[in-house]
């Protein structure tokens, strides 16, 4: 039992930095109109399931809470993306990490039972939140206003995402590649014809992107949830911010605002005290 809790917490630790990682290369991609990036990262990915489910044979028919849950996790990747790409990749870290909150909140819409605990940390989130937005500075101009907006709804829709549960049993692999392929239809419209084709160095980065911080972790997180119980590997995830702030030092040389400094600890703690127990 301690070998398999080890090992869940490790490859959920090894999911949460890669997720951690993602706001990096879309601001290494900034030179690209943000349309360019969606398309690039999604083609990427989407070329590279499709090579890796031919060669492992892992295509199954998807079912239609499949088709459900890749609308969401599409509308997630293309929300994530525009946030990174117009906020500082710290702030909307963070706010993307506060889907538990949202679960929260939809619970409290179906008139679902509450503990005085779960109202605590959601009242700690929600003021952790508003403390980051407010004192973000000069940098709250009005594109980061929303790139921090499109962070709160990529939370959002990852709380409607987590509702599937076992709906999604067996349909991972499809629910990414359906994503994938969704977020390139729906992204192709809005890249800039007259934009120019990635470099060598920005190709690096979309199959980085792909392969490191979108197909890699969507593979991990529901083996680690295999080994430890869901509530675990999602106070696992808590960890993402820490890992994007370390990445955003050693890569960006960004240092963390005063927002991140006071904000951060009531949003992970709030998020945290929102978890549900069993």
């Known amino acids: 039992m301690a070998s398999n809790t080890g090992k869940g917490t490790a490859l959920a630790l090894l999911a949460s930095a890669q997720w951690g990682a993602t706001g990096i290369w879309v601001a290494l991609l900034r030179d690209l109109p943000t349309g360019t990036t969606l398309v690039f990262r999604f083609l990427t990915a989407t070329l590279l399931l499709t090579v890796l489910l031919a060669a492992l044979r892992g295509f199954r028919r998807p079912n239609r809470a499949a088709l459900e849950g890749g609308v969401l996790l599409a509308a997630y990747y293309v929300l994530a993306t525009v946030g990174f790409y117009l906020s500082d990749v710290v702030t909307v870290s963070l ?25 605590l940390g959601g009242l700690l989130a929600f003021a952790g939140v508003a403390m980051v937005l407010l004192l973000g500075g000069p940098a709250s101009a009005e594109s980061h206003l929303v790139g921090d907006l499109c962070g709160l709804g990529a939370a959002l829709v990852m709380a409607l995402y987590s509702r599937a ?17 969704l977020g390139l239809l729906v992204s192709v419209p809005f890249a800039d014809p007259m934009a120019s084709v990635p470099d060598g160095g920005q190709w690096a980065l979309f199959l980085g992107l792909a392969a490191f911080s979108t197909l890699a972790p969507g593979y991990l997180y529901p083996l680690a949830c295999q080994h430890i119980s869901a509530t675990s590997a999602t106070v696992v995830r808590l960890s993402t911010p820490f890992f994007t702030a370390l990445f955003a030092l050693l890569v960006l040389g960004s240092a963390l605002g005063v927002q991140h400094l006071l904000g951060a600890p009531l949003v992970l703690v709030g998020v945290y005290l929102t978890l549900p127990r069993r």
């Open 95 to 119: 706010l993307v990490a506060t889907s538990p909150f949202f679960v929260m909140l939809l619970r409290l819409l179906r008139r679902e039972g509450l503990h005085g605990r779960e109202v």
């Open 165 to 181: 549960g076992d709906r999604l049993r067996g349909q991972g692999w499809n629910v990414v590649w359906i994503a994938c392929a």
